[in-house]
Nanobody, 125 residues
Framework: QLQFVESGGGLVQPGGSLRLSCAAS????????IGWFRQAPGKEREGISC????????NYVDHVKGRFTMVRDLNKGMVHLQMNDLKPEDTAAYYC??????????????????WGKGTLVTVSA
């Protein structure tokens, strides 16, 4: 059974760091594009990063570029999102999602096939 479970969320002060993890089971990660999405209170969900099936093609939305980094561990079936220099506006529920692809590194929200249930990140002093 295919399953995604996010972890690593919590409360952090502005300027701090968190590493989110997405544990994938029931699929082979290098056959999927993996995206991280977030939904802030009162706002629509937005895509913030996408890693292609090759594990090397990674795209970030401008307002997290340089602060967030996606890495993949195929052996453990994990995808991580390292988040540095966190800001209050990063407060949101964070979700990982997957889409079966062949050589692509785009993650349109409406084309993602599988979703985790999310982990909450709160950035506050």
């Amino acid at each position: 059974q295919l399953q995604f479970v996010e972890s690593g969320g919590g409360l952090v002060q502005p300027g701090g760091s968190l590493r989110l993890s997405c544990a994938a089971s029931g699929l082979i990660l290098d056959q999927y594009a993996i995206g991280w999405f977030r939904q802030a209170p009162g706002k629509e969900r937005e895509g913030i990063s996408c890693m292609g099936d090759d594990g090397r093609s990674i795209n970030y939305v401008d307002h997290v570029k340089g602060r967030f980094t996606m890495v993949r561990d195929l052996n453990k079936g994990m995808v991580h999102l390292q988040m540095n220099d966190l800001k209050p506006e990063d407060t949101a529920a964070y979700y990982c999602a997957a889409r079966r692809v062949y050589g692509l590194s785009i993650c349109p929200e409406d084309e993602m096939n599988y979703w985790g249930k999310g982990t909450l990140v709160t950035v506050s002093a």
